[in-house]
Protein backbone atom coordinates (compact mmCIF):
# COMPACT_ATOMS: atom_id res chain seq x y z
CA UNK A 1 0.00 0.00 0.00
CA UNK A 2 1.03 3.33 -0.69
CA UNK A 3 1.11 6.26 1.63
CA UNK A 4 0.13 9.27 0.40
CA UNK A 5 0.84 12.91 2.48
CA UNK A 6 -0.69 16.36 2.00
CA UNK A 7 2.80 17.84 1.36
CA UNK A 8 3.56 17.56 5.04
CA UNK A 9 4.34 14.43 7.45
CA UNK A 10 4.09 15.57 10.23
CA UNK A 11 0.43 15.84 9.89
CA UNK A 12 0.51 12.44 10.06
CA UNK A 13 -0.35 10.32 13.40
CA UNK A 14 2.67 8.84 14.79
CA UNK A 15 2.53 5.35 13.59
CA UNK A 16 1.55 5.70 10.03
CA UNK A 17 4.59 8.40 10.44
CA UNK A 18 7.21 5.68 10.92
CA UNK A 19 5.53 3.43 8.63
CA UNK A 20 6.23 6.34 5.89
CA UNK A 21 9.89 6.60 7.02
CA UNK A 22 10.29 2.84 6.90
CA UNK A 23 9.55 2.35 3.14
CA UNK A 24 10.69 5.58 2.16
CA UNK A 25 13.94 4.34 3.44
CA UNK A 26 13.84 0.62 2.45
CA UNK A 27 13.11 1.97 -0.91
CA UNK A 28 16.28 4.12 -0.63
CA UNK A 29 18.78 1.14 0.22
CA UNK A 30 17.17 -0.87 -2.63
CA UNK A 31 18.41 1.52 -5.07
CA UNK A 32 15.61 3.39 -6.05
CA UNK A 33 16.31 7.07 -6.31
CA UNK A 34 15.31 9.70 -3.63
CA UNK A 35 13.64 12.15 -6.15
CA UNK A 36 11.59 9.06 -6.98
CA UNK A 37 10.95 7.62 -3.31
CA UNK A 38 9.79 11.22 -3.12
CA UNK A 39 7.23 11.61 -5.70
CA UNK A 40 5.91 8.22 -4.86
CA UNK A 41 5.59 8.78 -0.51
CA UNK A 42 4.93 12.48 -1.22
CA UNK A 43 7.03 13.97 0.15
CA UNK A 44 9.97 16.52 -0.34
CA UNK A 45 13.32 14.41 -1.79
CA UNK A 46 15.23 16.87 1.07
CA UNK A 47 12.68 14.66 3.83
CA UNK A 48 13.64 11.56 2.19
CA UNK A 49 17.60 12.59 2.48
CA UNK A 50 17.05 13.28 6.22
CA UNK A 51 15.35 10.35 7.30
CA UNK A 52 17.76 8.53 5.35
CA UNK A 53 20.57 10.04 7.39
CA UNK A 54 18.59 9.48 10.07
CA UNK A 55 18.41 5.57 9.50
CA UNK A 56 21.88 5.47 8.57
CA UNK A 57 23.19 7.00 11.89
CA UNK A 58 20.84 5.69 14.07
CA UNK A 59 19.43 2.52 12.69
CA UNK A 60 15.44 1.88 13.86
CA UNK A 61 15.77 4.06 16.78
CA UNK A 62 15.52 7.12 13.76
CA UNK A 63 11.90 5.48 13.10
CA UNK A 64 10.19 5.52 15.80
CA UNK A 65 8.10 8.38 16.87
CA UNK A 66 9.26 11.69 19.18
CA UNK A 67 7.66 13.80 21.16
CA UNK A 68 6.35 16.89 18.93
CA UNK A 69 6.61 20.26 20.52
CA UNK A 70 2.88 22.18 20.35
CA UNK A 71 2.70 24.67 16.96
CA UNK A 72 3.09 28.42 17.46
CA UNK A 73 0.21 29.88 19.73
CA UNK A 74 -0.67 26.29 21.38
CA UNK A 75 1.22 27.32 24.35
CA UNK A 76 -0.65 30.07 25.15
CA UNK A 77 -3.47 30.23 27.29
CA UNK A 78 -5.98 32.50 25.87
CA UNK A 79 -7.30 31.99 22.33
CA UNK A 80 -6.94 34.25 19.65
CA UNK A 81 -10.59 35.26 20.27
CA UNK A 82 -10.25 35.56 24.02
CA UNK A 83 -6.97 37.91 23.26
CA UNK A 84 -8.95 40.36 21.41
CA UNK A 85 -11.78 40.25 23.32
CA UNK A 86 -10.00 40.88 26.78
CA UNK A 87 -7.61 43.51 24.75
CA UNK A 88 -11.25 45.61 23.61
CA UNK A 89 -12.32 45.92 27.49
CA UNK A 90 -9.00 47.07 28.25
CA UNK A 91 -9.55 49.75 25.68
CA UNK A 92 -12.96 50.33 26.48
CA UNK A 93 -12.54 50.93 29.97
CA UNK A 94 -10.98 51.12 33.45
CA UNK A 95 -11.42 47.80 35.46
CA UNK A 96 -14.00 49.42 37.28
CA UNK A 97 -16.56 49.83 34.29
CA UNK A 98 -15.81 45.87 34.57
CA UNK A 99 -16.98 45.49 37.78
CA UNK A 100 -13.28 44.74 38.81
CA UNK A 101 -11.92 46.93 42.41
CA UNK A 102 -9.05 48.63 40.37
CA UNK A 103 -8.95 51.94 39.36
CA UNK A 104 -6.29 51.83 37.07
CA UNK A 105 -5.35 48.51 34.82
CA UNK A 106 -2.46 46.08 36.67
CA UNK A 107 -1.23 42.99 35.59
CA UNK A 108 -3.39 41.56 38.65
CA UNK A 109 -6.55 43.51 37.18
CA UNK A 110 -6.22 42.04 34.20
CA UNK A 111 -5.75 38.23 35.39
CA UNK A 112 -9.17 38.94 37.59
CA UNK A 113 -10.42 40.16 34.24
CA UNK A 114 -9.65 36.59 32.34
CA UNK A 115 -10.32 34.73 35.49
CA UNK A 116 -14.17 36.24 35.79
CA UNK A 117 -14.53 35.68 32.13
CA UNK A 118 -13.15 32.28 30.95
CA UNK A 119 -12.13 30.62 34.44
CA UNK A 120 -8.33 31.01 33.42
CA UNK A 121 -5.61 31.79 36.24
CA UNK A 122 -2.93 33.76 34.19
CA UNK A 123 0.42 34.10 36.48
CA UNK A 124 1.58 38.76 36.40
CA UNK A 125 4.35 37.01 34.44
CA UNK A 126 2.12 35.62 31.72
CA UNK A 127 -0.01 38.80 31.97
CA UNK A 128 2.98 40.61 31.21
CA UNK A 129 3.81 38.83 27.73
CA UNK A 130 0.49 39.20 26.76
CA UNK A 131 1.02 42.91 27.23
CA UNK A 132 4.35 42.93 25.05
CA UNK A 133 2.70 40.27 22.58
CA UNK A 134 -0.63 43.17 22.38
CA UNK A 135 2.27 45.70 22.38
CA UNK A 136 0.15 47.70 25.23
CA UNK A 137 3.61 48.60 27.28
CA UNK A 138 6.88 49.27 25.70
CA UNK A 139 9.64 46.82 26.55
CA UNK A 140 12.03 49.58 27.77
CA UNK A 141 9.10 50.57 30.72
CA UNK A 142 9.21 46.74 31.82
CA UNK A 143 12.88 47.25 33.28
CA UNK A 144 12.69 49.92 35.80
CA UNK A 145 16.55 49.78 36.42
CA UNK A 146 17.16 51.54 32.84
CA UNK A 147 15.25 54.37 34.27
CA UNK A 148 17.62 55.01 37.10
CA UNK A 149 20.10 54.31 34.82
CA UNK A 150 18.72 57.50 32.58
CA UNK A 151 17.80 59.67 35.16
CA UNK A 152 21.05 61.60 35.69
CA UNK A 153 20.71 62.21 31.96
CA UNK A 154 17.25 63.97 32.63
CA UNK A 155 16.21 68.10 32.84
CA UNK A 156 13.36 68.65 35.41
CA UNK A 157 10.01 69.80 33.94
CA UNK A 158 10.02 73.50 35.41
CA UNK A 159 6.36 74.04 36.89
CA UNK A 160 5.18 76.37 39.32
CA UNK A 161 5.69 75.45 43.15
CA UNK A 162 2.68 75.92 45.35
CA UNK A 163 2.65 78.14 48.29
CA UNK A 164 4.65 76.89 51.78
CA UNK A 165 5.65 73.63 49.30
CA UNK A 166 8.02 71.24 51.12
CA UNK A 167 10.53 68.71 49.34
CA UNK A 168 9.85 65.07 49.38
CA UNK A 169 12.52 62.96 50.88
CA UNK A 170 10.26 60.23 50.41
CA UNK A 171 8.80 60.43 46.89
CA UNK A 172 7.85 57.20 44.70
CA UNK A 173 10.05 56.83 41.67
CA UNK A 174 8.38 56.41 38.69
CA UNK A 175 9.02 55.59 34.81
CA UNK A 176 5.96 57.36 32.98
CA UNK A 177 5.32 57.03 29.38
CA UNK A 178 3.01 57.05 26.22
CA UNK A 179 2.65 54.68 23.85
CA UNK A 180 1.02 54.12 20.35
CA UNK A 181 0.69 50.70 18.88
CA UNK A 182 1.25 50.14 15.39
CA UNK A 183 1.58 54.18 15.29
CA UNK A 184 2.59 55.06 11.87
CA UNK A 185 6.31 56.71 11.75
CA UNK A 186 5.50 59.96 11.11
CA UNK A 187 3.57 60.68 14.31
CA UNK A 188 6.37 61.04 16.44
CA UNK A 189 4.64 58.83 18.77
CA UNK A 190 7.15 55.44 20.06
CA UNK A 191 6.04 52.89 19.27
CA UNK A 192 6.81 49.39 20.76
CA UNK A 193 6.66 45.28 21.17
CA UNK A 194 5.05 42.89 18.87
CA UNK A 195 1.08 43.14 18.94
CA UNK A 196 -1.59 40.86 18.36
CA UNK A 197 -2.88 41.70 15.18
CA UNK A 198 -1.00 42.42 11.53
CA UNK A 199 -3.13 45.68 11.50
CA UNK A 200 -3.77 46.47 14.70
CA UNK A 201 -5.10 49.38 13.90
CA UNK A 202 -7.75 48.55 11.79
CA UNK A 203 -9.19 45.98 13.79
CA UNK A 204 -8.88 48.64 17.20
CA UNK A 205 -8.57 51.63 15.94
CA UNK A 206 -6.15 54.03 17.77
CA UNK A 207 -5.09 53.19 20.42
CA UNK A 208 -3.34 54.72 23.49
CA UNK A 209 -1.70 54.07 26.35
CA UNK A 210 -0.53 55.69 29.31
CA UNK A 211 1.45 53.81 31.54
CA UNK A 212 3.49 54.04 34.99
CA UNK A 213 6.59 51.60 36.41
CA UNK A 214 7.48 52.06 39.77
CA UNK A 215 11.04 51.43 40.96
CA UNK A 216 9.37 48.06 42.25
CA UNK A 217 8.22 47.14 38.79
CA UNK A 218 4.76 48.02 39.71
CA UNK A 219 2.95 48.84 36.37
CA UNK A 220 -0.17 50.48 36.04
CA UNK A 221 -1.53 51.91 32.69
CA UNK A 222 -4.89 53.43 30.65
CA UNK A 223 -5.64 52.39 27.28
CA UNK A 224 -8.41 54.14 24.74
CA UNK A 225 -9.10 55.15 21.61
CA UNK A 226 -7.81 58.70 20.50
CA UNK A 227 -5.01 60.69 22.05
CA UNK A 228 -5.11 61.47 26.04
CA UNK A 229 -5.70 65.17 27.39
CA UNK A 230 -4.23 67.25 29.89
CA UNK A 231 -6.90 66.10 32.07
CA UNK A 232 -6.33 62.60 31.34
CA UNK A 233 -2.86 62.87 32.42
CA UNK A 234 -3.20 64.63 35.50
CA UNK A 235 -6.28 61.99 36.67
CA UNK A 236 -4.06 59.31 35.99
CA UNK A 237 -1.23 60.91 38.36
CA UNK A 238 -3.81 61.87 41.04
CA UNK A 239 -4.85 57.79 41.01
CA UNK A 240 -1.05 56.92 41.35
CA UNK A 241 -0.33 59.79 44.15
CA UNK A 242 -3.75 58.61 46.05
CA UNK A 243 -2.42 55.07 45.20
CA UNK A 244 1.21 55.67 46.75
CA UNK A 245 -0.26 57.92 49.55
CA UNK A 246 3.21 60.12 48.62
CA UNK A 247 4.66 62.27 46.19
CA UNK A 248 5.99 61.07 42.85
CA UNK A 249 9.54 61.78 41.12
CA UNK A 250 8.49 61.01 37.32
CA UNK A 251 11.09 60.21 34.84
CA UNK A 252 9.11 60.67 31.67
CA UNK A 253 10.56 58.25 28.78
CA UNK A 254 8.21 57.79 25.22
CA UNK A 255 5.91 60.48 24.95
CA UNK A 256 4.68 62.28 21.58
CA UNK A 257 6.71 65.55 21.54
CA UNK A 258 3.61 68.07 21.14
CA UNK A 259 2.03 66.80 24.40
CA UNK A 260 4.73 67.84 26.74
CA UNK A 261 3.08 70.93 27.60
CA UNK A 262 0.26 68.54 29.24
CA UNK A 263 3.18 67.87 32.17
CA UNK A 264 3.60 71.69 32.65
CA UNK A 265 -0.40 71.65 32.89
CA UNK A 266 -0.20 69.60 35.77
CA UNK A 267 -1.82 71.31 38.80
CA UNK A 268 1.29 72.31 41.12
CA UNK A 269 -0.80 71.17 44.21
CA UNK A 270 -0.28 67.77 42.92
CA UNK A 271 3.20 66.33 44.17
CA UNK A 272 4.84 65.16 41.31
CA UNK A 273 8.05 66.44 39.90
CA UNK A 274 8.89 65.63 36.57
CA UNK A 275 11.97 64.56 34.62
CA UNK A 276 12.57 64.71 30.88
CA UNK A 277 15.27 63.61 28.51
CA UNK A 278 17.08 66.85 27.17
CA UNK A 279 15.63 68.09 23.67
Same mark, same amino acid.
Given at each position: ??????????????E????L???????????????E???????????????????R????????????????????????????????????????????????????????????R?????S??T?????????????????? $?Q?? &????? !?????? /?? =? @? #? *????????????????????????????????????R???????????????????????????????????L? $???? &????? !?????? /?? =? @? #? *?????R???????????????
Open positions: MTIKTSGDARSLPAALEVRRRAVAAVEAGVSRTVARAFGVSRKTVGAWVQAYAAGDDAFRPKPRGRRPGEQLALSPPRQAATLEAIISGSPETHGLPHRLWNRQAVAELVNHYRILLPTVTQYLQRWGLIDDRALAP $EAR &RRLPR !LVPVQR /PA =P @A #G *AEPWPHAEALWLGWTRPHAPPDTGLVTSGHNLLTGFDHFGDVHVLFAVTSRGMLHFRARRGPFDAADITGFS $ELTA &RTGRG !LTVAVG /PW =P @A #G *ARGFLSVPAGLPVRFILPPG
